[in-house]
C-alpha cells in the first residue's frame, strides 16, 4: 500500500461463500466467541536516532498503535475504531507485543536495528532490506512488523498476501502488496510480516492526515487476506476489479482525502470509510462483516497464519 497525498457481528453461516461475488469457496462454520489473539514484535529500523527520536520511534508509540490495532479490529465503543453501520463488524482479533522471543526468553517484543550496523553485502540493494531479512523472528509464530525511516508528507506500509485458496488470492504463492518494495526478493517464508512508515506508526502529532495508525491496520487487513476495496491497480478506474465482498460497494478507484461522498460503481454511496480503502486516518473506521469472515478464515486455514493465533483465547 503506498498512500499519498494528492487528491489521498460477525454472521457466519455453515457453508457460505467466502466474500464471493464470483466464486463459491466455502467458509466452515466455527465458534463465535473465538477471540484470535495474534503476538507482534515490532522491529524499528533507523539510522542511528537517538532512543525516542526520529525513525526509533518511543515504545509509548508503538504501544499507541498496538491499541489502534485492538480498537480497529474489534470495533471497540468509545474509539475511532467504532461504527453503527449496519454491515459494520468486531472482526475478533486482537494483538498484544510478544513477551516471550522464539528461545522462550522475556522480551518486549521490540527489536531495535541501526541500519548503520548492518552488514551490507557487495553490490546488494537496499540497506533497509537487508535489516529487515537479519532481524526476522519466526513467521509461523509472530506478526513482524518493521518500521521504517520515510517522509512525513505521506504513509507508506506493504504487506504480504497470505496463502489462500480465498478469493482472488487462490492463484498468490508469494505475493507481494507493491509499497516500498524492501520485503521482495525474498521468499515469503523467510520474509513475511507488514512494514509501515516510522512517522505513521501509531497515534502521533505529526501534521499529516495519516496521524492515526490506520496504515498499520489496512495492512494488516492484507496481511490477513483482504484486496482493497476497489480491486487493484491493473483493473482501477474500470469497475472490472472485485475485491470478493459483497457488503463493500465496487468502486471504480481508490477514494483518497476525506471526500463527503462518492458514489460506487452502482450508484451506491461508497464505503469511504473502510480500512481498505485509502482515505484519511481520521474517516476510516470499518470492516465489513464478509471482510471479517475473509481475515477469519485466512487465521484457521492459511499457512503461518493459522500457527500465528492463541486459538484457546474465548470472550
Known sequence: M????????????????????????PIEEEPREKVYRIPIVVHVLHFGDALGFGDNIPESQ??????????????????????????????????FLAKKDSEGNETNGIVRIDLNEVPIPPFSGN?????????????NSYLNIWTFPGP????????????SDLPGLENEKDFLIPGVDFLSGFPTEEVDGIAVTAKHFGRTSLDS??????????????????LHVWGNAAAEGTCLADDHCEDTPPTAKRITGSPEEVLSCDGTPAMIENYMDYADDGRMNIFTVDQVKRMRYVLEHSIRRKTLHTPEELL
Open 127 to 139: 540497506r533497509i532490506a537487508i535489516g529487515a531479512f537479519h532481524s526476522i523472528w519466526d513467521p
Open 152 to 163: 512525513k508528507d505521506f504513509g507508506i506500509g506493504e504487506s504480504r498476501f497470505p496463502i
Open 209 to 226: 492526515p495519516y496521524n492515526l495508525g490506520r496504515t498499520a491496520t489496512h495492512e494488516i487487513g492484507h496481511f490477513l487476506g483482504l
Open 62 to 95: 508503538i504501544i499507541s498503535q498496538i491499541q489502534v490495532l485492538n480498537e480497529d479490529f474489534r470495533r471497540k465503543v468509545g474509539t475511532n475504531g467504532f461504527n453503527n453501520h449496519p454491515d459494520g463488524a468486531d472482526a475478533g482479533i486482537e494483538f
Open 2 to 25: 503506498t498512500r499519498i497525498n494528492t487528491s489521498i457481528t460477525i454472521l457466519l453461516l455453515a457453508l457460505l461463500c467466502a466474500c464471493d461475488r464470483e466464486g463459491t469457496t
